[in-house]
């Protein structure tokens, strides 16, 4: 989960410090065929430190037979506004990502963040993976599919209007510390992300949002 900061795009610690917190279990169901869990986080005096603002984040992940949902939901606990951008960070697990084609991003305006977040529009029938890629793709209207050999995943979102696509290729993931690197090769990263409009929540308001993965 990337909050309250997307990426390096603001003051705080990249993608934001939630995604190196602790979180509590707050429920969680299981049944023959489904499973589910909400994990809770809330502001501490570190992050009060960093972002001064009371707040309570919760993740609800639920499973069921060949589809995954992902929603998140943000309260201001404070008394007064805040603002915020957010991303699911997904990985996708590849056989081969230049086998890979995402389709649904037609005609859509997307930032380049490897050309200097220069803004283009998508003018491919589909997406092909074969460099670096990092890109912000703003107000994405539709669902995607990633198509790879005989398989394809269907992904929709909810509250999310953009979507983040990224794989870092094989210069990058040889920098990265934490990452093998040819691994580049077997994964590719498709977020559901409130990245372009941040989201302004008045004292007491929410906000959620949710990514559907679907096995096809």
């Known amino acids: 989960v990337c909050f309250p900061q997307f990426a390096a795009r603001g003051p705080l610690p990249r993608h934001g410090f939630v995604r190196t917190m602790p979180w509590s279990v707050q429920a969680e169901r299981t ?4 499973a589910l ?3 809770r986080c809330t502001d501490t005096a570190d992050t009060l430190a960093l972002w001064p603002h009371r707040f309570a984040a919760e993740l609800t992940i639920a499973i069921e037979e060949s589809r995954l949902d992902l929603e998140l939901e943000i309260v201001n606990e404070d008394d007064k506004p805040l603002a915020f951008t957010a991303a699911l960070h997904t990985y996708l697990r590849l056989r081969e990502v230049e086998e890979t084609r995402i389709e649904g991003l037609y005609g859509i305006d997307y930032e380049d963040s490897t050309d200097d977040g220069r803004t283009r529009r998508d003018s491919g029938d589909v997406l092909l993976i074969e460099d670096e890629i990092d890109r912000i ?5 539709r669902p995607l599919l990633v ?4 398989r394809s995943l269907g992904i929709n979102q909810d509250g999310f209007r953009d979507v983040v696509v990224w794989n870092p290729w094989e210069e990058r993931c040889a920098a990265l510390p934490d990452m093998p690197d040819r691994d580049f090769r077997h994964m590719l990263c498709v977020e559901a992300g409130a990245v ?3 989201i302004e929540l008045d004292p007491g308001a929410s906000w959620w949002g949710r990514q559907t993965l679907v096995a096809l």
Request: proline letters at 11%; aromatic letters at 16%; glycine letters at 6%.
């Open 31 to 34: 049944g023959t065929d489904f």
């Open 37 to 39: 869990v909400t994990l």
């Open 137 to 141: 793709y703003r107000d994405v209207p």
């Open 147 to 150: 198509r790879e050999y005989d």
């Open 196 to 198: 372009h409009q941040p």
